[in-house]
Every structure is written in structure tokens, then in C-alpha cells.
């Protein structure tokens, strides 16, 4: 299960509408800054194909400048072949 950590850039003014954006995704939390345009962002997905399908829903959002992951974590143990 991967959870990772973001910081989103919304563009200039439209904040609110990407933290409503991105609250639609049921995967998010959403932490808005006080006085910039970035919000904070907590996912939890099931797996990587979920997590790469989230990230590119995150980026498609008209309301968003930039997306940077700051943290990741996964239980999922890769194998060695």
C-alpha cells in the first residue's frame, strides 16, 4: 500500500477550486496553506498501478501549476529475481 506525501502548486487564484479538485479524489487528503497557493497532500492508494493512475489524474487538474512528491512509503516488498 503505497502513501505518499506531495506539496501542489495551484495556479495563481485558484486554490479553493484545487482543493476541491483534489478532495473529489478519494485516495487525497488535502492540508491547504494559509497564505500561498500550496496545499499539502496525503495519498493512500492499494497499489503502484493505483498510485501511478492517481498521480496522473493529480497532474491532468486544470487548477494545478506542479506537483512534487516530498515523501514516500510502501509495505510492499519488492522481489530479487
Same mark, same amino acid.
Given at each position: 500500500? %503505497?502513501i505518499? =506525501?506531495? !506539496? +501542489?502548486?495551484? #495556479?495563481?487564484?485558484?486554490?479553493?477550486?484545487?482543493?476541491? $479538485?483534489?478532495?473529489? !479524489?478519494? /485516495?487525497?487528503? +488535502?492540508? %491547504?496553506?494559509?497564505? #500561498?497557493?500550496? !496545499?499539502a497532500?496525503?495519498?493512500?492508494? =492499494?497499489? *503502484? /498501478?493505483?498510485?501511478? *493512475? !492517481?498521480?496522473?489524474?493529480?497532474?491532468?487538474?486544470?487548477?494545478?501549476?506542479m +506537483?512534487t512528491? +516530498?515523501?514516500?512509503? =510502501? $509495505?510492499?516488498?519488492?522481489?530479487?529475481?
Amino acid at each position: 500500500m %503505497p502513501i505518499k =506525501s506531495y !506539496l +501542489v502548486i495551484a #495556479k495563481e487564484g485558484f486554490k479553493e477550486e484545487a482543493r476541491k $479538485d483534489i478532495t473529489q !479524489l478519494s /485516495e487525497c487528503e +488535502v492540508i %491547504p496553506s494559509e497564505n #500561498k497557493n500550496v !496545499l499539502a497532500i496525503i495519498t493512500e492508494t =492499494s497499489d *503502484e /498501478e493505483r498510485d501511478k *493512475e !492517481l498521480l496522473k489524474r493529480l497532474n491532468s487538474l486544470e487548477t494545478i501549476q506542479m +506537483v512534487t512528491l +516530498v515523501a514516500a512509503f =510502501s $509495505d510492499q516488498i519488492d522481489t530479487i529475481h
